[in-house]
């Protein structure tokens, strides 16, 4: 079956700078990756998503990428504001309606 | 917020009993899920439906059993021979063929 990895596990950027998290997959028939953002307490939020025919997608501050041939896709969050800070998790389809979620990144904006 | 909601939202249990996690949409979604959430190891599948009266089971399904008897609602049972159930649960439903999963405001089960 998939496997996602996510790193790093931890993040701590100055605000105003930018932040990246990487994820890799296993299953190169998957073809749909989101990234979910995760308040203390809350549940995740869809923030953007991907699907296999598309490299880059852009949404203000937030972009993610994807490399099929590498099997490997980013967040890209830049001008970081205090609430960007959160956990933020990546998936991938593993078809079925299935989505197999990487371990976490959690993402600390320093004022 | 609204769509789809879980309750309660604190659950205590004692060792030896068996709990039921309440889980309910109203966004005429066919597919939903049960995840759980311990710290550091993101969302892991327990169940899932794609159906009324059909479920499969996800990747730690032991010690857990589900029903969907209605495509509203998904209630997922955490029984006693689940060893280690505390834990935050989370329950997310999606359109058929249609990828992004909505998550309720979660359920977070100690045992006493």
């Known amino acids: 079956g998939e496997n996602v990895e996510q790193h790093p596990s931890t993040l701590s950027v100055q605000e105003g700078d930018s932040a990246v998290i990487k994820c890799t997959y296993s299953d190169s028939a998957s073809n749909y990756f989101p990234w979910y953002k995760q308040e203390l307490g809350k549940r995740p939020q869809l923030i953007i998503d991907i699907r296999s025919n598309v490299g880059e997608k852009k949404d203000q501050r937030i972009a993610v990428t994807l490399n099929k041939t590498a099997k490997h896709f980013s967040l890209h969050i830049t001008e970081t504001q205090p609430e960007d800070s959160a956990v933020y998790f990546c998936?991938?389809?593993?078809?079925?309606?299935?989505?197999?979620f990487g371990q976490g990144t959690r993402l600390t904006i320093n004022p | 917020d609204g769509g789809i909601t879980q309750s309660p939202k604190y659950l205590f249990r004692k060792e030896g009993q068996n709990v039921t996690l309440s889980c309910e949409q109203n966004l005429n979604h066919d597919a939903m899920y049960w995840y759980r959430q311990d710290p550091g190891q993101g969302l892991r599948l327990i169940y899932y439906s794609q159906i009324v009266n059909d479920f499969q089971k996800g990747d730690i399904a032991e010690g857990y059993s589900v029903s969907r008897e209605k495509k509203e609602s998904f209630p997922l049972t955490v029984t006693s021979a689940q060893k280690n159930p505390t834990a935050f649960y989370l329950c997310?439903?999606?359109?058929?063929?249609?990828?992004?999963?909505?998550f309720g405001p979660g359920t977070r089960l100690t045992v006493l």
């Open positions: 998936a991938a389809s593993e078809g079925a309606q299935k989505l197999v």
């Open positions: 997310a439903s999606t359109e058929q063929n249609y990828n992004e999963q909505f």
